[in-house]
């Protein structure tokens, strides 16, 4: 039973266009998400995440948007550079399972110069 | 320079030869876990940590070991390995706390035949 997935396993984007990723999640119990980015032969790094009790956070380039309603979230990068290119994973917590985090499947993001 | 070191990074083995993937951080850290990573289905937690002497199973904990004499170490031990936990291990680390980020070792891929 996948509670958080990501649907699309690959994207590709031109440099300094919008990447968008997208994570859909099942429990509702979930109430902070987070992204982690990889990159090949390294572990997963920490990017950006949202409690419930927002709809949007930004970090620079990153911002990410959570819709509650549609147990939807979403990353976008703009613009995107060739150095974001990485497998990006969505995860989620749950308050009262302490630090548990379950993850998606990763989307691939490629960003071509 | 803060990390979570993980040894070895690669290994080929054979059917039931028993098997320890060490994991450390420098962090003081009392939350530690092991993940596994295969196509198509993210990260999987196998095992988690709170603190010393603390250890839960996590979502895919079969034909797995764990154990936390010190605050920094959690070995990963696989008994009698098999050839469906060929896979990509990755520890975490983190404080305790919901908003916690983990931090990640670079992975150890193991292979069992």
């Known amino acids: 039973d996948q509670q958080v997935k990501q649907n699309s396993p690959s994207l590709s984007v031109q440099e300094g266009r919008i990447s968008i990723l997208n994570c859909d999640y099942t429990?509702?119990?979930?109430?902070?998400f987070l992204w982690y980015k990889k990159y090949p032969a390294e572990g997963p790094t920490f990017l950006i995440s949202i409690s419930s009790i927002k709809d949007k956070n930004e970090d620079g380039r990153f911002t990410v948007f959570l819709n509650k309603s549609a147990k939807h979230l979403s990353l976008h990068i703009v613009p995107s550079q060739p150095g974001d290119s990485a497998v990006y994973f969505c995860a989620a917590k749950i308050e009262t399972s302490g630090s548990r985090l379950t993850f998606g499947e990763g989307t691939q993001l490629t960003v071509n110069p | 320079e803060a990390q979570v070191t993980q040894n070895p990074r690669y290994l080929i083995t054979v059917t039931g030869k028993k098997l320890t993937v060490t994991c450390s951080q420098n962090m003081n850290h009392e939350y530690m876990s092991w993940y596994r990573q295969d196509p198509g289905l993210g990260l999987r937690q196998i095992y988690y940590?709170?603190?010393?002497?603390?250890?839960d199973k996590g979502d895919v904990p079969e034909g797995y070991k764990v154990s936390r004499k010190e605050k920094r170490n959690f070995p990963l031990i696989l008994e009698s390995p098999s050839p469906n936990q060929t896979s990509l291990y990755f520890c975490?680390?983190?404080?305790?706390?919901?908003?916690?980020?983990?931090?990640f070792g670079d992975g150890t891929r193991l292979s069992i035949l």
């Open positions: 975490a680390s983190s404080l305790l706390g919901h908003y916690q980020p983990q931090h």
């Open positions: 940590s709170m603190n010393v002497e603390v250890t």
């Open positions: 429990n509702s119990m979930f109430d902070y």
